[in-house]
Structures are given as C-alpha cells and as structure tokens.
C-alpha cells in the first residue's frame, strides 16, 4: 500500500514551459486534492475532485489545470508556467466521510526561472 | 481572506517545556479542527482533530483546547521534546460537505535539546 505518490519530486521550468504534476493513490478514496505550501501561506488549494469525472476549483485555481479520468490518478497540469508559481505542490487524498483526514504525498518542489 | 489564524509564526522551546501554537478562525460553520504536523522533506500528517462540542482533548502529550464563544483554539505540547520539532498547521472545515480544509499560515517549532 503505497498511499499516495508524487512525480515528480524536484522540477526546474523556464517561464512558458508546460508541464504535468502527477499525483496517484492507492486508498481507493473519492477526494483528491492539489495544495501549493509557500512560506508564511501555508496550504492553499488549487483544485479539487470529488470523484471521477468531477472536478472543481480551489482558493488559487488560476495557472492551473486538472482531471479525474479514474479514481487514482490526479495530475495537474501547468499551461505556462510563471515565476509566480514556484512552490511546493501537494496532492492529498480522502475519503468523503472524513475529508478532515487529508493524507499527503511528498510532495513536488517546482522552481520556475 | 485568511479564515484561520495562526501564531506564532515560530517557536523555539527547550527540551521538557510547553509548546503552545495559536489559532483562530471567522467563519462559525466550521464544524471540526484538525491540526497537521509536517516534518522536513515530507507531507503533513494528520496529528490530532476536535468537534467544537467538546472544550479540550488529550491524546499523549498533544492537547487540544478549543473556545467556541471566542472562536479560538489551541495546540499544546507537554514535555515538548527534540523529535517534535516540525512545522504544525492547524485547519477548519466543515464536514458532510464538499468543502476542502482551510489552512493556517503554519507554525515552526524547533525544541531544542
């Protein structure tokens, strides 16, 4: 039982560059979520899903794209990356009945130059 | 808008004291406060969570105090030691809904031996 994994776990982008975060679990929970943790922000979300098929956007959406085309898989997609979004990126997973109890991956380190 | 409010920003304790991270939060149909503890390199981790029905829960060294009239509460960490030094985040939401956490800006401890 792998829990939830992240790839991958450093990345270096130049501004304009896309790219896609991915974000697997093996917990079979409905929720999945994309987080960004910067310094003195704490954990802000960016997109969530309440199942497959069914996405919706968080308190920083802009930037960003995702998808559920299954229950393990939730990958985030950058269209044109910007100095601005050089963070840590943080997929959780949960179930709906205890959506409080969020677990974590590793968690990405993006740098945007 | 930040709906939870966290301090300190940080928090050096000695080996054996009191750790006390503080937080508030605006919005009254929070219905339940979990706080996170993440460790370098790594995601946060659920640590201890509590019902605004009850005013205190203990669980080992970790107590959580909650006031509902002041809409605060807070973590405390007995007989504060070395492997506890983290970043701890607390966070609000509301359950039975499709509501994500909302986070703290985060505290970091560090205990020193």
């Known amino acids: 039982n792998a829990g939830v994994t992240q790839t991958p776990k450093f990345q270096v982008l130049k501004t304009g560059q896309s790219m896609t975060l991915q974000c697997a679990q093996d917990?079979?929970?409905?929720?999945m979520s994309w987080y960004r943790q910067d310094p003195g922000m704490g954990l802000r979300l960016i997109h969530y899903?309440?199942?497959?098929?069914?996405?919706d956007q968080g308190e920083v959406p802009n930037g960003y794209n995702v998808s559920r085309s299954t229950t393990e898989d939730f990958p985030l997609r950058l269209l044109s990356a910007a100095p601005s979004q050089t963070s840590v990126y943080f997929c959780?997973?949960?179930?709906?009945?205890?959506?409080?109890?969020?677990?974590f991956g590793p968690g990405t380190r993006l740098t945007v130059t | 808008q930040q709906q939870v409010k966290q301090s300190p920003q940080s928090l050096i304790v000695q080996k054996g004291g009191i750790s006390i991270i503080n937080c508030a939060y605006e919005?009254?149909?929070?219905?339940?406060f979990p706080w996170y503890q993440q460790f370098p390199g790594k995601g946060p981790a659920l640590l201890i969570a509590?019902?605004?029905?009850?005013s205190e829960k203990k669980e080992g060294r970790f107590t959580i105090s909650f006031n509902k009239s002041a809409k605060q509460f807070s973590l405390h960490i007995m007989d504060s030691q070395p492997g506890d030094s983290a970043t701890y985040f607390c966070?609000?939401?509301?359950?039975?809904?499709?509501?994500?956490?909302?986070f703290g800006s985060g505290t970091q401890l560090t205990v020193l031996p």
């Open positions: 917990m079979n929970h409905e929720y």
């Open positions: 899903s309440v199942g497959a098929g069914i996405t």
């Open positions: 959780a997973s949960s179930r709906f009945a205890t959506a409080y109890e969020q677990y």
């Open positions: 919005n009254t149909a929070f219905d339940y």
């Open positions: 509590i019902r605004p029905d009850v």
């Open positions: 966070a609000a939401t509301i359950t039975g809904s499709a509501r994500q956490l909302t």
